[in-house]
């Protein structure tokens, strides 16, 4: 693949993504902060690492109480083997007490899909989510699948070439994170650089 390629995907990318969207999941985050909420992030594989990194710069960066679901990986393993990949995520934020003051911001690239069976674990998590009333925002690719189903404030990170959406959409959960910690409503703190 050419670089030119991949540059362009970039652009076309970063010009579809839903200003109003974006701007109405900071203000939801800015409500959960004021509600005394916390916000679970939860990811999958590249979009897993990328919750953890988005947690620290909620926490550190806007005084935010967040936690990645998947960094305890002792108490997610043992989940998985004791009682399987699709309820780990729901039965970890179960024991969290998830409430209606909290919210959900998934990072994905599909979203989750019942009928794929893919990302079950989300799919599973968003249910809960719902049932407890809490937000539900995400940063995820293609069609947003489940999480803009039934989310509060999902952006659809909208990529044509097939072949690059996971490494464009995972590349953009960062860039539109890293915009919202910085944005007015949500940034108490000051970065060192």
Known sequence: MKFEIFKDEIIKTIKNIDENELIG????????RKK???????GVGG???NASHLVNDLRKLCNIEAYCVSDNISELTARINDEGWDSSYSNWLKTSNLNNKDALLILSVGGGNIKKKVSMNIVEALKLGKKRKCKILGLVGRDGG???KIGDNVVVIKVKKKELVTPIVESFQVVLWHFMVSHNLLKVNKTKW
């Not at 005394?36 to 939860?42: A, D, E, K, N, V």
């Open 25 to 32: 999941m900071i203000k939801n985050l800015s409500q959960v």
């Open 36 to 42: 005394g909420g916390r916000i679970f992030c939860l």
């Open 47 to 49: 979009s897993a690492a």
């Open 146 to 148: 489940y999480a803009k």
